[in-house]
Every structure is written in structure tokens, then in C-alpha cells.
């Protein structure tokens, strides 16, 4: 045997027992997995959780839905005709007589004509001035409104009375009293159109009549005026 052959079995017989050793040694070690992931060093204790994160950015609007289906139909409506009026405009009108001074019993007193621009509006009329009655017994006159020559239905007559129980002895007796009365009322009923708005004087039921007078040294007037109802 050369002397080199026998350096190398004599380190092979050395090394042998050591690698053995080395083998055991590692069998009964149980390798950290975290080992290589923090080194040599030992894990800490686990830290405080951090504070929530700030609000992220909106994100991009998603893609319009698919259209839905269309709804059942509808219905027939009813079709209503609008009827458009026009605005209320007044209308209305004055006559008026200085010192009428109408001494009749009976008839037409004063007239006033005027166009009423409605059917179904209503006439407000006034007749204003002064009137004055006399007689030797009991007797009662009668003053009135006419439209178109009738007297009013809608609802009733538009009328003014005076009456005396006791008369004077004599028609031309001291007792003679001429006072500013009024006749006033709403007529109703009266068409469009042309209307002739006339004062009249009359006797009372199952009275005689007097010695009337109408409108003695002042003013006297008629006034209309035609009203919505």
C-alpha cells in the first residue's frame, strides 16, 4: 500500500463518525418555517391594528341599463270642450232730470234705455227724487219699474208706495210734503239686447188713488247696472 492510499482512508475513517453525528443531530431538529422569512431573530408580539385607510376615489359609472319594457296602454279619455269666458267688463249707465216736476197720477214717469250685454246677468236699477202724495180721503200711490214695458217676474216687481190714511179737506190744502224717496231692486230674466228701463206711477190695490207728484224742484235720475249672477 502507498503511503497516499493510506492518508485517504485514514481521513475517510475520521470523517465517517462526524457526518453520522451531524445526520442524528438533524432528525431530531424541526426547522422554523418562519426561520428564513425573519433570519436568526425571534418573532416579536403582534403590533396595534392601524387606523382606517382614507375614502378611495368613486369609481366609473357603470353602462346604462337595457331600456325596460313598454306599459300596457292606457284607457280611452273622455274629450271635454274648454269654454274660455270672457272677463267681466261693467256696464252700466245714468239718466238724470233737473226739476222733473211731472205731476201725472198715472203713466210713465221717466225712461232710460240701455243695452245689457248678457242673458244671464242681472239689471240693478235705482230710480232717485222726490215724491210727494195728497188727498181729501185715505188713498194710495204706487211708483214702479217696466222693462221693454213689462213689469219685473224675476223674482218680483221692483216697486215704491206711499200712503195716506187721512187726507186733507181740500186737494190744494197746506198739507203737502214732497220727500226724496228711492225705488231699487235686482230684475233677473231680462235677455240681451236693447232694453227700455221706464218709472211709472200707479195706484195701489183696492185703494183710490191721490195727487201725486214726481221729481218737484230737484234732481231726479235712473240708474242701471247690469250684474254677474
Known amino acids: 500500500m502507498s503511503p497516499l492510499v493510506g492518508r485517504l482512508l485514514l481521513l475517510v475513517f475520521l470523517v465517517s463518525p462526524l ?3 451531524e445526520k442524528v443531530r438533524n432528525r431530531g431538529y424541526r426547522k422554523d418555517p418562519d426561520a428564513d422569512k425573519y ?3 425571534m418573532q416579536g408580539p ?10 378611495g376615489a368613486n369609481g366609473i359609472p357603470g353602462t346604462p341599463g337595457i331600456p325596460g319594457r313598454d306599459g300596457l296602454k292606457g284607457e280611452k279619455g273622455e274629450c271635454i270642450s274648454e269654454i274660455f269666458e270672457e272677463p267681466w267688463r261693467p256696464n252700466y249707465k245714468q239718466c238724470a232730470w233737473n226739476s222733473l216736476n211731472y205731476g201725472i197720477d198715472l203713466g210713465k214717469v221717466a225712461d232710460c234705455t240701455f243695452t ?6 242681472a239689471l240693478r236699477v235705482l230710480f232717485s227724487g222726490s215724491l210727494r202724495l195728497k ?3 185715505a188713498c194710495c200711490q204706487r211708483w214702479y219699474f217696466t222693462f221693454n214695458g213689462a213689469e219685473c ?4 216687481p221692483i216697486e215704491s208706495i206711499i200712503y195716506l190714511d187721512q187726507g186733507s179737506p181740500e186737494l190744494n190744502s197746506t198739507i203737502n210734503i214732497h220727500r226724496t224717496s228711492s225705488v231699487e231692486g235686482l230684475c233677473e230674466g231680462v235677455k240681451a239686447g236693447l232694453v227700455d228701463v221706464a218709472v211709472w206711477v200707479g195706484t ?5 188713488r191721490g195727487d201725486a207728484s214726481t221729481g218737484w224742484n230737484s234732481v231726479s235720475r235712473i240708474i242701471i247696472e247690469e250684474l254677474p249672477k
Open 19 to 21: 457526518y453520522g453525528v
Open 39 to 41: 433570519g436568526s431573530c
Open 46 to 55: 403582534a403590533g396595534t391594528t392601524g387606523r382606517d385607510g382614507n375614502p
Open 116 to 121: 245689457k250685454l248678457r242673458s244671464d246677468s
Open 135 to 137: 188727498c181729501k180721503s
Open 153 to 156: 217676474t224675476g223674482p218680483l
Open 204 to 208: 195701489c190695490a183696492d185703494y183710490p
